[in-house]
């Protein structure tokens, strides 16, 4: 076992303080806030107005896209009109990624700019190349001729930069050399800050985005431990690049975002939501807010809690766990849900994904219907679907003699101990509840002697920072070698339900990605907006998001900016309305192909505008169909899935009295 405090560590990770026109980020400066126009850039009314809302709104720092000379020009105007209203102080940043003149333009007019090592000075054609070493250094020569003139602007005008990679557009020469991975995307970033700190310029922002939250986790962290190892301490921004729209482009941003946070990682934060991108500021500041009050508290246990050997920060790896029933092993994690303030009725479970169908006599059940319920000390006095098990206290399974079919105990940890040594034990299914500060080394040792029992464990904490002190605690089961499946609970009653939905995503889906659980169970107050249904959504989001259980398609949809060929919005909402039964597809929806060729290549499909009104059509990375007529896109995009076999007619939607 190693010591590993820098992974746990709440605190922010030091980095040295970069000024950025009227904000500075890193340091000990608060975390900032920024978003990015969706205006044309050329129409400089549209992209002043949506400065201002986005301002209004909390941004800090407001990014345009320069794609031409032309765009990079009109960003002094851009640049002056906000001037004229007020916000001098407010720093723009001029989005960059295939000319190299337009950023040295911009840099005349903004106070960032940001370039993307994969389009900057390289190409994506998904070619394999076997480089020589000579070769290589060859086109790292390359590379630096064209990044250095920039490199030296920006020092001379006192401007910052983002060297911003993005798992979607890394070059063929990076894939051939260091494939698709996260320390790709680390490479990438490096060879363009080594260019920068040889010119002695260190006014540097880092970012390693991908709309795969687990890559883009992992990414990050590998980056700070590079960082920490060559002695260096720039800031990070933080994003989850094409994240789409509404719940599930929240809760996929709180998956990557959120758990970052938690250990200490990030200066600047930016969601990115296929929405105007105001709304995307008051998602950003409540993550942001979720995460420093995790910071505040000690946790002794968690910082004494020695990392397990092989354990793996920058890859996945499932928790080795035996099966107990449909928990645990290899299957799927389970959704656990509270019914002790709800009718316990069939019509009371339509909202968990459970439909009781009167005219056939039968239960049928949606994809994402939940796997237990928890009834107190109530009992079902109608047959649960076979797929359903009620879990009930203690105390009323014993009244019982065990002998209610689907039923089964949840234990303290005192009754528990009292049952197992009077042979009282529910011999299918025992839930043992522990805090993660009950699970003592000694405490652990003795559950490790319990393979073989149909023991599952639920886990929680009240500690602030839930994600840094429940990870120790499956540390320490690691540690001493238990195998017992776990299901974590997180009782959120008192949040809103934005707070509830994004601080679930950050720490549940935080140790998601780490490998750790085999269940998870979110307690809210059911009388919020949409009730159990809501948390139902939440809990099969973050399983989405996390990619440990599919339910519903998945969108990697980008947010938006001037270089947007259709109106992303609504030809999102207009996919979805058509493919949103076909679960376990991925459809990528790009207004360009700037950061796409790779998220391309992560979906199923792709639906990407390449001209005014055009649309081409991918099949993974492959292109199928080019400039398609808009109006015929998403008809043609059905006949693509179709063609493959991945389409299935829509079902009939559920209706339901409840």
């Not at 040889?198 to 590998?222: F, G, T, W």
Request: hydrophobic share 40%; aromatic share 6%.
């Amino acid at each position: 076992m190693t010591e590993d405090t820098t992974h746990r560590d709440a605190r922010r990770m030091p980095t040295r303080p970069v000024r950025i026109g009227g904000v500075t980020v890193g340091g000990d400066t608060p975390i900032v806030l920024q978003s990015m126009t969706t205006a044309d850039t050329l129409d400089v009314d549209a992209t002043v107005a949506e400065s201002l809302r986005m301002i209004e709104a909390g941004c800090q720092i407001v990014r345009i896209t320069a794609p031409s000379k032309r765009e990079a020009e009109a960003l002094g105007e851009i640049r002056a009109r906000l001037d004229e209203k007020g916000h001098a102080g407010v720093p723009l940043v001029a989005d960059i990624h295939f000319t190299p003149n337009a950023a040295e333009i911009a840099a005349d007019h903004v106070e960032k700019i940001r370039v993307n090592p994969g389009n900057y000075a390289d190409k994506k054609k998904f070619e394999t190349h076997d480089y020589t070493e000579a070769a290589y250094a060859d086109e790292l020569a390359r590379i630096r001729d064209r990044f250095t003139p920039l490199v030296r602007k920006c020092k001379s005008l006192g401007r910052a930069m983002r060297i911003g990679t993005n798992h979607g557009s890394l070059s063929d020469r990076i894939l051939s050399h260091y494939g698709d991975t996260p320390l790709g995307m680390v490479e990438s970033a490096m060879e363009f800050l080594h260019i920068c700190r040889d010119e002695d310029y260190h006014d540097i922002v880092l970012s390693m985005k991908a709309s795969n939250p687990q890559v883009m986790v992992q990414a990050y962290r590998l980056l700070a431990d590079r960082m920490r190892d060559q002695g260096m301490a720039y800031p990070l921004h933080l994003g989850v690049t094409e994240a789409g729209e509404g719940e599930d482009g929240r809760i996929k941003s709180a998956v990557g975002i959120g758990a970052l946070l938690a250990e200490g990682l990030g200066d600047t934060v930016r969601v990115s939501l296929t929405e105007p991108p105001e709304a995307e500021i008051p998602v950003a500041r409540l993550l942001v807010e979720l995460a420093e009050k995790g910071r505040n508290g000690a946790d002794p246990m968690a910082d004494s809690t020695p990392t397990p050997d092989g354990h793996n920060r920058y890859g996945y790896t499932r928790r080795d766990t035996m099966a107990v029933g449909a928990i645990g092993g290899s299957q799927v994690p389970v959704v656990c849900h509270d019914l002790t303030d709800r009718p316990l009725t069939p019509a009371g479970l339509f909202g968990l994904g459970h439909r009781y169908q009167t005219d056939l006599d039968k239960w049928a059940a949606d994809d994402a219907a939940c796997d237990l319920i928890f009834i107190g000390d109530r009992t079902c006095r109608f047959a649960l679907p076979g797929w359903l098990s009620a879990i009930q206290d203690s105390d009323t399974w014993m009244q019982h003699g065990g002998r209610l079919e689907r039923h089964h105990p949840l234990w303290t940890s005192a009754d528990f101990t009292q049952a197992q040594r009077g042979g009282h034990l529910d011999p299918q299914l025992n839930l043992l509840a522990l805090d993660a500060d009950d699970l003592t080394v000694d405490r652990v040792d003795e559950l490790s002697r319990m393979e073989g029992a149909p023991v599952v464990l639920l886990l929680s904490t009240t500690r602030p920072n839930a994600l840094r002190s429940l990870r120790a605690a499956f540390f320490r089961l690691a540690n001493a070698g238990c195998i017992l499946p776990v299901i974590v609970r997180q009782d959120l009653r008192g949040f809103s339900a934005d707070a509830l939905q994004l601080k679930s995503a950050a720490d549940l889906g935080g140790l998601l990605l780490d490998g750790f659980g085999d269940g998870v169970w979110i307690a809210g107050d059911v009388g919020l907006d949409g009730g159990l249904k809501a948390l139902n959504r939440t809990a099969f989001g973050i399983l989405q998001a996390t990619r440990t259980r599919i339910s519903r398609t998945e969108y990697i949809s980008c947010p938006s900016c001037g270089r947007t060929l259709f109106d992303l919005q609504e030809t999102t909402a207009k996919i979805r309305a058509v493919t949103d039964h076909l679960k376990g597809i991925k459809i990528g929806i790009m207004g360009c192909i700037v950061n796409g060729p790779g998220e391309m290549a992560d979906a199923d499909y792709g639906y990407v505008g390449t001209g005014p009104g055009k649309i081409t059509l991918y099949k993974e990375k492959e292109v199928v169909q080019r400039n398609i007529p808009e109006d015929e896109a998403v008809d043609a995009l059905i006949e693509l899935i179709r063609s493959h076999g991945d389409w299935v007619e829509a079902p009939a939607r559920a209706s339901s009295s409840a």
